[in-house]
């Protein structure tokens, strides 16, 4: 469980932050769900949905 937990939560409302930095976390962010759902749910899958990419 420990393994798939975001090391930190980022701030999107500081200004300093790249645009790309802030979608690579919100894609990760997404994924690490996906996965969480697929494990609870005991459907696995291969691969993401293609929206996730």
Known sequence: MHAMRPRFALRTDVGDIKVDLIEEFKKM???RTW?????????PQV???????
Do not use: K, Q, R, Y
């Not at 996965?35 to 459907?43: A, K």
């Not at 691969?47 to 990419?53: G, H, Q, R």
């Open 47 to 53: 691969m993401p949905p293609v929206s996730l990419f």
């Open 35 to 43: 996965g969480w759902e697929c494990i609870l749910d005991g459907t």
């Open 29 to 31: 962010s997404a994924l």
